[in-house]
């Protein structure tokens, strides 16, 4: 069996222009992203040149309209872009997941005049967005966050601390969700905060097992002060603007773990065909065959399932279980594909003189962030067989 590169993805893809944009991608990434992915994760660099280049390509703000500088796509071809991207490099097609995520709010529960005012810069500027929800006591139960913001005159004052944040300390704009009235879901307003705003302060980066190059902190923000004019939707309407960015963010993060897990694909294949043992290519062993069979039907099966939750969401129509079932399965699989990747390269694999350890790693945050697997799960149940009992 010769040694050789892993094809392309075959894509199915609605339009001639998704071809072109698949084509796109898929140049920027084996130019521009890859060939430094390796390095830059291990120095811990932010390659904030590479979403510069993304922003000029119109790749940050895919899924929104033209009007506001965005490019009109569904999200069946988004995510093939973001899975692409992932594949290269997880810190890069996470960080246009979230990107899209903070741009959620604005464009779906904005005014026009907000949209006309801020949307052009934010999806086709330059500027990169993060999304602040979590906090250091609130994750999974975000609903209970603490973060106030306070009415005066016709602004608000912001003060408390998000915990979390993709992007925090680089980030142009933040979507920062707080509370502005009861306890509870129904007391949170979202706003826009600017990145240069007195009195927001991020810590520290995170040290990470992995996606290093991804700077992730907390957010300080003391006596932060926003028009009223950055609102976003109705006071209390915060919440429900909260899950709804997380259906669709969790579709982000699925594609990304599929990207993730065809990268350990390719890379467990190339080295199978390439390391002979016994005077053949290990790739001939049954044992071995069987566990590349198994790691790529994972993969297709992921992909499949997040096109079609993408597809219910073009069409309008229903598609929050299928979202959670979609980072649920896809975020796991990721996790078993990259954990054989390892196994097939064996002592080569644990080392860092190849790509697949570094998958393992990226390949387990994602199934913590956007909701854990076990947020899924209650996600699903609920679908299935209604809300808990009290």
Avoid at 269 to 280: D, P, S
């Amino acid at each position: 069996m010769p040694d050789r590169p892993p094809q392309p993805v075959e894509r199915e893809l609605p339009t001639d222009e998704a071809r072109d944009l698949i084509a796109l991608v898929r140049d920027i990434a084996q130019r521009e992203i890859a060939p430094r992915a390796a390095e830059e994760e291990d120095a811990g660099r932010f390659p904030r040149d590479t979403f510069a280049l993304l922003s000029e390509s119109g790749l940050l703000g895919l899924t929104y309209a033209s009007e506001y500088g965005g490019g009109d796509q569904p999200y069946e071809v988004y995510l093939q872009v973001l899975e692409e991207l992932a594949a290269a490099r997880l810190t890069v097609g996470l960080g246009v997941s979230v990107h899209a995520l903070s741009c959620h709010a604005l464009a779906g529960y904005g005014t026009k005049e907000q949209q006309s005012e801020h949307l052009p810069a934010m999806l086709g500027g330059g500027l990169l967005g993060a999304y602040c929800l979590s906090e250091p006591s609130s994750g999974s139960d975000a609903a209970s966050l603490r973060t106030r913001a306070v009415r005066d005159g016709d602004d608000w004052v912001l003060t408390g601390t998000k915990a979390w944040i993709t992007h925090g300390g680089v980030a142009d704009f933040y979507t920062v969700f707080a509370r502005t009235g009861q306890d509870g879901p129904r007391g949170i307003t979202a706003f826009l905060v600017p990145g240069d705003a007195e009195g927001l302060a991020p810590a520290a980066p995170e040290k990470k097992m992995g996606m290093k190059g991804s700077p992730t902190a907390q957010l300080h923000l003391d006596g932060v002060r926003v028009p009223d004019g950055r609102r976003i939707g109705d006071e209390g309407q915060g919440f429900g603007i909260a899950l709804a960015a997380l259906d669709t963010g969790r579709l982000g993060i699925a594609a990304c773990a599929v990207g993730v897990a065809q990268a350990a694909l390719d890379e467990a294949v190339r080295y199978a065909a390439g390391r002979r043992q016994f005077g053949r290519p290990i790739a001939d062993f049954q044992g071995l065959r069987f566990l590349l069979a198994d790691m790529a039907t994972k993969v297709e099966a992921g992909r499949a399932l997040y096109l079609t939750a993408a597809r219910l969401r073009d069409a309008g129509r229903p598609f929050s279980k299928q979202a959670a079932m979609a980072k649920l399965f896809c975020t796991d699989a990721a996790m078993s594909v990259t954990t054989d990747a390892v196994q097939v390269l064996g002592g080569y694999g644990y080392t860092a003189d190849f790509p697949a350890e570094r998958y393992l790693r990226e390949a387990k945050v994602l199934q913590i962030v956007e909701g854990t697997n076990q947020i899924q799960r209650m996600v699903i149940a609920r679908h299935l067989a209604g809300p808990e009992s009290r």
